[in-house]
């Protein structure tokens, strides 16, 4: 069997554990506090009132039991890529080109509430409009990706570091003006606007797959690893229901729903009207940045990567000689996240990337089955999943009802977006063949005509 379809006799010998927990936790809390709680709590408390923070618990729960398998996936595949590496290695080719593109759409679509979310806080501050604003990020994201310049490591903990600040200044500050009269009805919209809203929260929980992604190079995995996802988890859930409670506090749900910056317009409520707006409008505008800069970057490498591994058209993993920037996947996914900003919809695209992006935990989860059936007992990774026959059904239980959340927008355009790459990547296939099939008949032909 090879080391493809067999992840226990991989090398893991390449890599060196070195992250202790402090630094796994950073990379967890760093990696999910970015743009979204800045633009998503607007929107979900648009859908579920101030049962909003009922939202965000489910939402908490939900990331907690995808990533407990996710971590034990990631102790058996020392490999790059994630949930597309896991899922390609255990089901195959075919099954690894859908994951792939599920994925890659699930970072295109969302990019629309990070790059909107920048140009409606840069609104607050310039006066631009939040679709040229957005568009102005994209562009200036393309160039620096195009010249291989990336964000350092010490800028991007910097950034952080602010979003962390501002946001713990907005809670604490705004805490005691909390109207509890804002809070009443509780449940607006009913449970489905609550379990809708959900799925706004998962995305805003985005970012603790990257603490099991790093699972074999953390010390002591099976004490590290588990710890580090709950610590990550637990303090952006704290974080992210202060921030919450704070928002629905100050400012009625209905109002918090259909602004395009949210904590702005909470902020208005009891830092005044002029200053306050404007520091956190100034923080979410760096933070935004930094984010939507970091998801071109992810969906130019994942185009990047399938176009070398033969699964998308070979041009897109064209790399510049003298910049080392895969240029062609840059420009491709530059222009398609223009595209999802001129919808102008944070609703839309948080929808749509919301269903891709709960559908990239299935394909994991049925790999981490399939493992579990084929290796028995006999296989012990560093971190096994506690309790598998309660935590996995849940887990696919809470993907499904996340899924279900993103509504029939949400459904219909990413079951389409599915459809068109699987088209695509059927026709290929058959025009391979059919090429493959010529030339060897071609070549038998002129075999027979110089034989004597």
């Not at 992250?19 to 950073?26: H, K, M, P």
């Not at 800045?38 to 965000?56: D, E, I, K, N, R």
């Not at 609550?194 to 995305?203: D, E, R």
């Not at 579990?372 to 499904?400: D, E, I, M």
């Amino acid at each position: 069997m090879s080391t493809e379809n067999n992840p226990d006799k991989l090398d893991r010998a390449q890599l060196r554990r070195a992250l202790g927990l402090r630094e796994t936790v950073a990379l967890g809390v760093g990696g999910t506090i970015g743009g979204g709680i800045f633009v998503l709590v607007g929107a979900a408390a648009g859908q579920a009132g101030p049962a909003v923070l009922l939202s965000f618990a489910l939402a908490f729960l939900a990331s907690l039991l995808i990533a407990l398998p996710y971590a034990e996936l990631a102790c058996r595949y020392p490999l790059a890529g994630g949930g597309y590496a896991f899922t390609r290695a255990v089901f195959g080719r075919d099954w690894g080109f859908l994951m792939g593109w599920g994925y890659w759409g699930a970072y295109i679509f969302a990019s629309g509430y990070v790059t909107l979310g920048f140009g409606g806080y840069l609104n607050i501050i310039t006066g631009i409009p939040v679709v040229v604003g957005a568009l102005a990020l994209v562009t200036v994201s393309t160039a620096i990706n195009l010249v291989g310049v990336r964000i350092s490591g010490r800028v991007q903990t910097i950034v952080v570091l602010l979003a962390i600040g501002a946001l713990l200044g907005f809670a604490l500050t705004g805490l005691p003006h909390v109207q509890p009269s804002n809070l009443s009805p509780f449940f607006p919209q009913g449970v489905s606007g609550v379990i809708a809203a959900a799925l706004l929260a998962f995305l805003a929980f985005g970012g603790f797959d990257m603490v099991a992604a790093a699972g074999e190079e953390v010390t002591r995995p099976e004490h590290n690893l588990p710890l580090a996802i709950l610590l990550t988890l637990g303090s952006v859930l704290g974080l992210y229901l202060l921030v919450t409670c704070v928002a629905v506090g100050v400012l009625p749900w209905n109002q918090l729903g259909v602004s395009h910056a949210p904590l702005s317009n909470a902020a208005a409520r009891f830092l005044g009207s002029v200053n306050g707006p404007k520091l956190i409008a100034l923080a979410a505008v760096f933070t935004t940045a930094a984010t939507g800069n970091a998801v071109l970057v992810v969906s130019s490498r994942i185009a990047f990567a399938m176009a070398r591994d033969g699964l998308l058209p070979g041009v897109l993993s064209r790399v510049h000689k003298s910049t080392s920037a895969p240029w062609m996947a840059v420009l491709l996914n530059g222009a398609l996240l223009a595209l999802v900003a001129l919808t102008g919809s944070v609703a839309f695209a948080a929808a749509v990337g919301g269903f891709l992006y709960v559908l990239n935990f299935i394909f994991p989860l049925a790999a981490f089955v399939v493992l579990r059936r084929r290796n028995g007992g006999q296989v012990k990774p560093s971190f096994r999943t506690p309790v598998p026959h309660l935590v996995l059904p849940l887990a696919f239980a809470a993907s499904l009802v996340l899924l279900v959340a993103s509504g029939k927008t949400g459904i219909l355009v990413g079951l389409t977006w599915l459809t068109v790459g699987l088209v695509g990547y059927w026709t290929a296939q058959i025009f391979r063949k059919s090429f493959k099939n010529h030339g060897s008949k071609a070549e038998l032909n002129e075999i027979r005509e110089i034989s004597p």
